[in-house]
């Protein structure tokens, strides 16, 4: 990961005359974005969630997230970054004709690939089709880096990436804001879940944002504390490396329920112990300190370059 941290800092280039957010509504840049280099004359919130293993429920938080995002009145959009199981559309019971692999080719925009949902978010659908992010030849890199910028008028941008540890996944960790990493109580889902931020620690070089934990599927908010502070306490210790627990999600019927039915448990089971759950997420994540370099000109410039 070395190796690829250093090529995807390497080439980064200045952002192209032709990068200008073409999506209805998008923020135009200002004369003062422009000169931070960003394009963005507010600030976007990237929030990256991943997990160790499969099958913890990192995908079904991202939607339920940002749903809660959505009904506290925030622009938000879902980018689906797994580039090989893609199932953002598939949990909204939605069918994309097109998704980021036909941006990255330049046959549509992100205008033209970005859906709106009746639950008040939108979603970019994930690609397939290409490996890593590093591997675009020079064209497809600015073209991607453009179309990005179109998402400058969101007020949250969440990135569900793919399960495990793969160069792709901590690009876009290294990038965003926040990372919240995914586990449950589950001892395999434990190890692993220790194992990424193993790997974060000593692959992601300058390492400067908000890593935060997320236990998924407990009986008790006892569990899901015992939980977080075994993994926070060995980080501390073996990795020197600060991780927040942000909180737990209930072991709820409504969850799965909601995965069969293709419809987010926040909005089927607003009352549930899960939903609940969810918006006190998004409360302890607004309540951090938010700061002023953030946003979609700076995640870019970490995605592909120097900062």
Not at 16 to 42: F, I
Request: charged fraction near 25%; charge should be positive.
């Amino acid at each position: 990961m070395e190796d690829q941290a250093q090529a995807l800092r390497e080439i980064m280039g200045a952002r192209p005359q032709s990068a200008r957010p073409e999506s209805p509504g998008a923020a135009q840049p200002t004369t003062q974005a422009g000169a931070r280099g960003g394009g963005d004359a507010k600030k976007t919130r990237i929030i990256a969630v991943a997990s160790g293993k499969g099958g913890v429920g990192k995908t079904n938080l991202s939607v339920n997230l940002a749903i809660a995002y959505a009904q506290l009145g925030k622009r938000v959009v879902v980018m689906d970054a797994d580039l090989g199981l893609a199932n953002v559309n598939v949990m909204l019971n939605m069918i994309p004709k097109y998704n980021l692999y036909h941006v990255i080719r330049k046959q549509k925009t992100m205008r033209d690939i970005i859906l709106d949902t009746e639950y008040g978010i939108r979603i970019v659908a994930g690609a397939s089709g290409f490996s890593k992010i590093a591997n675009l030849s020079e064209e497809e890199r600015q073209n991607f880096i453009g179309e990005l910028y179109t998402l400058s008028e969101a007020d949250i941008i969440i990135i569900d990436t793919s399960a495990g540890v793969s160069s792709n996944v901590l690009s876009f960790i290294a990038a965003a804001d926040d990372a919240i990493i995914v586990t449950t109580p589950e001892p395999t889902a434990i190890t692993d879940a220790y194992g990424i931020i193993k790997i974060i620690a000593t692959e992601i070089e300058n390492l400067n944002i908000g890593l935060k934990l997320v236990v998924n599927r407990v009986k008790s908010v006892t569990e899901g504390r015992r939980v977080a502070e075994r993994i926070i306490n060995i980080s501390g210790q073996f990795l020197n490396l600060k991780v927040e627990y942000l909180g737990c999600i209930y072991d709820d019927p409504v969850v799965p329920a909601g995965v069969v039915r293709q419809r987010p448990f926040i909005v089927a089971e607003p009352k549930s112990k899960a939903a609940i759950s969810v918006h006190h997420l998004v409360g302890r994540i607004e309540k951090t300190e938010f700061a002023d370099d953030k946003g979609i000109g700076r995640f870019i410039k970490k995605l592909f370059g120097k900062e």
